[in-house]
């Protein structure tokens, strides 16, 4: 077994932590925000709000937030505006609802719904990091010490150019300061409290928002939970992990069962296996491409097909490569995980979870691979952890359990099956906060977009009533592939990330 010490938070950290929810103060409404027609989307109103860098000294320089909405289709039945946020982090959430990303017609209904791009993203003022140190050779798993020292010397270089072409920007990407953002979004747009839907990393900031602005909050709903109570790496590297784990026997049991699987009447874990060990070799090719795919590029694979799911396009990939053929055109894998240069910007201002020595995080890894032994690592864990190794800047916004005194009850969304933040997750924060956890038995990444009818109506109803749900509310899964699974319901998010 691992020797792995829970590392605590020092007195501190702690102190300075709680202080500054006690301190938090509501934002006022800088005379509302001037909306205007959005240039790629003239359906779409565009604006913004600015915002202080540093809220702890206001005077040291302002950013810009973008916004996006589109207006209550019913006027009459109006209730207010609802903010939403993607995740990532990195996310960008007005131009999400430019595009189109939605909540169900009940919703639009009711509610101007109002897309924001967290500061350092998109629209909003940017975080802006080196090209040349972005692009740098690095080692993704490192093989040694000296590997292991290169990762670090490629974060710290790549951190340093974020502080050098960001200004102070660079070392305020921290989740404290986007749910000020968000109050100070709420006031601009004239709501005495906030109704907000947040996924992923949007939860995050639901979450400390409520810790914050405990008297601001009319309703949140937070769907597939951050578990800020993660304190450690192998904490967090092993949960991710033991998920990804999980969803792989899922999608095995589906195709055992599912007679149109490219993969049916096969063993699915002896194939992936086999698979991994020859990426391990450096022996497995793409039949397209020609390219050598390492293990953490088959776990992509993996990772990227779990989120929807997609579950036939990963069996027929999966036999391309096993059998050497070329897969058809609509059975193509591509790597969905865009490019982010703001994911450590924000993740290593949010949580420390030192790693110190190659020794160590190879321990972590073959742990990891012990556990999980057909996806061997959850690589969105192994991206955060590893991100963080040698970053030049504080943990300004350390773990801590979630704590939310005198707002009312919150709303928490979550597939059991969820490759990203684990069922596990949403059960600690619900736990932490008291607050109803709603169950979508199924599988994927943002539950209330799985076109399950009973979670889309437990979370309209609380969002436009206060209603929740009963204690311990589970929704059946809707199977991948059926006719209720291909019904058009809610847009997602394009955004892939936690």
């Not at 915002?51 to 589109?70: E, F, K, N, Q």
């Not at 609802?97 to 897309?115: A, H, M, Q, Y």
């Not at 292991?148 to 921290?174: H, I, M, T, V």
């Not at 096993?322 to 201002?349: E, M, W």
Request: proline share 7%; with cysteine.
């Amino acid at each position: 077994m691992l020797g792995v010490h829970r590392r605590l938070l020092t007195a501190a950290a702690v102190t300075a932590v709680f202080g500054s929810l006690l301190t938090a103060a509501p934002a006022s409404a800088a005379g509302g925000v001037d909306w205007q027609p959005c240039a790629d989307a003239p359906e779409v109103d565009c604006g913004t709000v600015t915002v202080p860098i540093d809220w702890a000294h206001p005077d040291r320089g302002t950013a810009s937030i973008a916004l996006a909405r589109r207006k209550a289709t019913d006027p009459q039945a109006r209730i207010g505006s609802i903010l939403m946020d993607p995740g990532g982090p990195g996310g960008p959430g007005a131009g999400e609802v430019e595009n189109g990303w939605t909540l169900s017609p009940e919703i639009t209904k009711r509610f101007d719904t109002v897309g924001f791009d967290p500061r350092g993203i998109g629209d909003s003022t940017q975080i802006k990091c080196g090209l040349a140190e972005y692009i740098a050779d690095h080692p993704q798993m490192p093989r040694d010490q000296a590997e292991f020292e290169q990762l670090a010397a490629y974060n710290r270089k790549l951190g340093e150019s974020c502080n050098r072409l960001s200004g102070p920007l660079g070392k305020f990407g921290d989740t404290v300061s986007v749910a000020r953002d968000m109050d100070a979004i709420r006031a601009a747009l004239g709501e005495e409290k906030l109704t907000y839907y947040g996924v992923s990393y949007g939860t995050l900031m639901g979450q400390q928002y409520a810790e914050l602005f405990p008297d601001k909050v009319r309703a949140l709903v937070l769907d597939s939970n951050m578990d800020h109570s993660q304190y450690t790496a192998w904490d967090f590297l092993e949960s991710e992990t033991r998920s990804l784990q999980a969803e792989f026997r899922e999608f095995a049991a589906w195709c055992d069962r599912t007679a149109s699987c490219a993969l049916h009447g096969r063993d699915v874990s002896k194939l992936t296996r086999d698979l991994q060990d020859k990426a391990a070799r450096g022996e497995l090719k793409d039949p397209e491409s020609g390219e050598a795919i390492t293990p953490l590029d088959l776990a992509t694979t993996f990772h990227s097909a779990f989120y929807g799911p997609t579950w036939d396009r990963l069996a027929s990939r999966l036999a391309s490569l096993a059998d050497g053929t070329k897969p058809a055109a609509s059975a193509r894998l591509r790597d969905d995980i865009p490019v982010n240069t703001v994911f450590q910007s924000v993740f290593c201002d949010d949580w420390h979870m030192p790693v110190h020595t190659y020794a160590e995080l190879e321990a972590y890894r073959r742990t990891a691979a012990a556990l999980a032994p057909d996806v061997k690592v959850n690589p969105l864990g192994w991206q955060a952890v590893t991100g963080c190794i040698g970053w030049p800047n504080k943990t300004s916004n350390p773990q801590h359990p979630l704590q939310v005194h005198g707002a009312p009850p919150l709303l928490m969304v979550s597939s059991r099956h969820d490759p990203a933040t684990p069922y596990a997750w949403s059960q600690a924060a619900a736990r932490q906060s008291g607050s109803t956890l709603l169950t979508y038995d199924g599988w994927g990444h943002g539950a209330y977009f799985k076109n399950s009818q009973c979670v889309i109506k437990a979370t309209d109803d609380y969002l436009i009533t206060g209603k929740l749900p009963a204690k311990g509310t589970h929704c059946a899964a809707v199977e991948p592939g059926t006719p209720e699974a291909r019904i058009a319901g809610p847009k997602p998010p394009s955004t892939i990330g936690f």
